[in-house]
């Protein structure tokens, strides 16, 4: 069983509509996670990042995160077209190795 | 500035072939990772270096691949003989070293196909 599960989609929204994506994981060592977005035939780039438990907003993204369940979620707001892309969860015990999720393939249709 | 620079950014060679990929961190970053993307697999990391010198090696899937870093500013990461199997995206990233946490910066990939 892989330590970080994530539905690999895709997921199709109507634009505006909002997106929400989660992965579940088993290690409980991770206190470091994150949510890398990965266009079309580019590299993944960090879109948030969260310390421990809770929730962390970014304009029309947040990211959650409970560790009593071992489940993060992302939720995008308002979503566009632009928004189209593979999102990737990571996260890590300790500085290095990140262990990432296998991403959602998420498309925003006007 | 630039960001982390890859090439070739496509290769397509015959099984049996020797394959060099080179990777240019972004100055100043102290760790460089390597990583391959395939569709079954997911993102996956190969190799991780710190200061030039390789810290963790247990992601490369088998003595055909090895990995070098002879400076801060340049890497190689070596497929031979190449085998159809190989065929993926593989990513180079780089990152420094703070009191938090992580972030990597990715480079735009190399395309490879066995054939």
């Known amino acids: 069983q892989k330590e970080v599960e994530q539905d690999p989609g895709p997921l199709s929204v109507p634009e505006g509509a909002i997106v929400s994506l989660n992965c579940t994981y088993s290690n409980s060592a991770f206190q470091y996670f994150m949510w890398y977005r990965q266009y079309s035939r580019k590299g993944p780039e960090l879109l948030m990042y969260?310390?421990?438990?809770g929730n962390k907003e970014d304009g029309r993204f947040t990211a959650q995160v409970d560790k009593s369940s071992k489940y993060i979620s992302l939720f995008i707001r308002d979503s566009q077209p632009s928004d189209s892309a593979t999102y990737l969860c990571?996260?890590?015990?300790?500085?290095?190795?990140?262990?990432f999720g296998a991403g959602t393939q998420v498309v925003v249709t006007p | 500035d630039a960001g982390v620079i890859q090439s070739p950014r496509h290769e397509v060679t015959e099984m049996g072939q020797e394959v060099t990929l080179r990777c240019k961190p972004i100055s100043g970053h102290d760790y460089l990772f390597w990583y391959r993307q395939t569709m079954m697999r997911g993102l996956e990391l190969l190799i991780y270096?710190?200061?030039?010198?390789?810290?963790?090696d247990s992601g490369m899937p088998e003595d055909r691949f090895s990995a070098k870093m002879p400076n801060a500013s340049f890497s190689t990461l070596k497929i031979q003989p190449s085998e159809p199997r190989d065929s993926a995206v593989y990513f180079c990233?780089?990152?420094?070293?703070?009191?938090?946490?992580?972030?990597?910066?990715f480079g735009p990939g190399t395309r490879l196909t066995v054939l």
């Open positions: 969260t310390y421990s438990s």
């Open positions: 990233a780089s990152s420094r070293a703070t009191e938090s946490y992580n972030e990597q910066f």
């Open positions: 990571a996260m890590t015990d300790s500085w290095g190795k990140l262990q």
């Open positions: 270096f710190n200061n030039n010198v390789p810290i963790d």
